[in-house]
């Protein structure tokens, strides 16, 4: 069995990592700071060390030169991670000794395939299982952002950080990949998907909230649509004035788009919704009506490794408030008291965030969020982690920046345990059974 140490000050990134190393087959050894780092290399001379950059007693760089110039661990290969992405920083740390350099959040499929890479493992004189191609850890699920955006897309230099792509989330769990809206994010989910699984059929489920066009504009761009040999399930509920098959025939047709959607060669079934709970192979779905103009919808998606809730269009707060005790059993639960059900001690939510608290003022009734009142919303429901989703289109990377920052503070001063993050357009999130989010 291969060793790996890692190095982190960090426990709350640490040990779940740990554990998901563990999972793939690594000895794991764990140290806190630089120095109790190198003294755990030399007594164990580990295959890897992973090594985050800034920590205390020894950074990064002095594990780096320290490990380097101890002649029994020659052998041992150095990645260091870190959140910069600077380019003296990575030279720097390449001048140290190390032979990767890893910028934070990491996917962890990437991890792997770096480390398999530095020391190779066969297994039965095979390709080891956690890094196969297109496979995922067992136990495990994986949620990849491919669109964040609300409204329009909104390309340019000022949205490269978190992403210009209208709503498009995947989900990897219990063997079935899920896909969550068809905005333009996607169009590269497809092209993604066509070239990991260039020559095995695929079988997907879509899930869609609503039919705005945001949330439906990426399906004529669909690679695996146009392969007769895959199979696409369509799932959402009827609309305000059309059905569902009826809306994604609608923006498929002349003048429209060149292509219509019968003519896509691929096996695809479009099936409306009547029930509130429904499975995926052994993923239980749970639906919930949204606060947003016509018919939305949010999902509660349940998988071994934990639970899942995407609520990409929903206003929070709306309406007027009533105690939740006083109304048990006496009075209809507002939806705001619905949704909270729905959100409740949920690993992961997905959550409309549209709004400035100062922004809402002028857009209350829209059926979008509000920062604030969603921070509120997720700590009321006892959530481990929120994403900041459906940014508006007008809000730039520094803005993002700055909402995030804010949201965060929001929940350090209400003493909260609440994990905060603004969604990014290509980030991985593993979720592990029993275990924090590794990133």
């Not at 990645?79 to 962890?108: C, N």
């Not at 009827?238 to 569902?244: D, M």
Request: net charge negative; aromatic share 6%; hydrophobic share 40%.
């Amino acid at each position: 069995m291969r060793t790996i140490l890692l190095i982190d000050d960090d426990e709350y990134c640490r040990g779940p990592a740990a554990e998901l190393l563990r999972r793939a087959n690594w000895e794991v050894i764990e140290a806190g700071d630089g120095q109790s780092g190198i003294e755990l290399a030399i007594r164990h001379r580990p295959d890897v060390i992973l090594c985050d950059l800034l920590m205390p007693r020894g950074n990064g760089y002095q594990v780096c030169r320290t490990v380097r110039a101890q002649h029994e661990l020659r052998n041992t290969r150095i990645v260091v991670v870190t959140g910069r992405d600077f380019s003296a920083d990575r030279e720097s740390a390449h001048q140290a000794g190390a032979d990767d350099y890893l910028v934070k959040p990491i996917v962890f499929s990437v991890l792997l395939a770096a480390l398999d890479r530095l020391h190779p493992a066969k297994v039965n004189g095979g390709e080891h299982p956690a890094t196969a191609e297109g496979k995922r850890l067992p136990g495990l699920a994986t949620l990849k952002f491919w669109g964040v955006r609300g409204s329009i897309p909104s390309p340019g230099p000022g949205t490269v950080r978190f992403g210009g792509n209208t709503s498009c989330v995947e989900l990897r769990a219990e063997g079935q990949i899920v896909i969550l809206d068809a905005g333009s994010g996607m169009r590269a989910l497809g092209h993604s998907l066509a070239a990991e699984f260039a020559d095995t059929p695929l079988d997907l489920t879509v899930l869609i909230t609503h039919t705005h066009w945001d949330h439906i504009q990426g399906f004529p761009f669909f690679l695996p649509a146009y392969d007769a040999r895959n199979r696409l399930r369509i799932l959402g509920y009827e609309g305000a004035r059309e059905g569902l098959a009826a809306t994604l025939a609608g923006q498929m047709e002349s003048p429209y788009f060149p292509i219509a959607l019968k003519q896509m060669p691929g096996n695809i079934v479009i099936e409306e919704l009547k029930e509130m709970e429904f499975e995926i192979g052994p993923i239980h779905v749970d639906v919930c009506f949204s606060n947003h103009p016509g018919v939305c919808v949010g999902y509660r998606l349940q998988t071994t490794a934990g639970s899942v809730v995407y609520l990409p269009d929903n206003e929070c707060g709306h309406g007027n408030p009533v105690d939740r005790e006083a109304a048990r059993g006496t009075l209809p639960r507002t939806i705001e008291q619905r949704l909270e059900d729905f959100v409740s001690d949920a690993d992961i939510l997905i959550c409309d965030t549209q709004y400035t608290r100062e922004e809402y003022a002028a857009h209350h009734g829209w059926g979008h969020g509000c920062v604030d009142e969603v921070v509120r919303f997720a700590i009321a429901g006892r959530v481990k982690r929120l994403f900041l989703f459906h940014h508006d289109p007008a809000h730039d990377d520094d803005q993002m920046t700055a909402i995030l920052a804010h949201a965060r503070d929001q929940v350090a001063k209400a003493g909260a345990s609440l994990r905060v993050d603004a969604a990014r357009e290509g980030e991985e999130v593993v979720l592990a059974p029993q275990l924090s989010l590794v990133r």
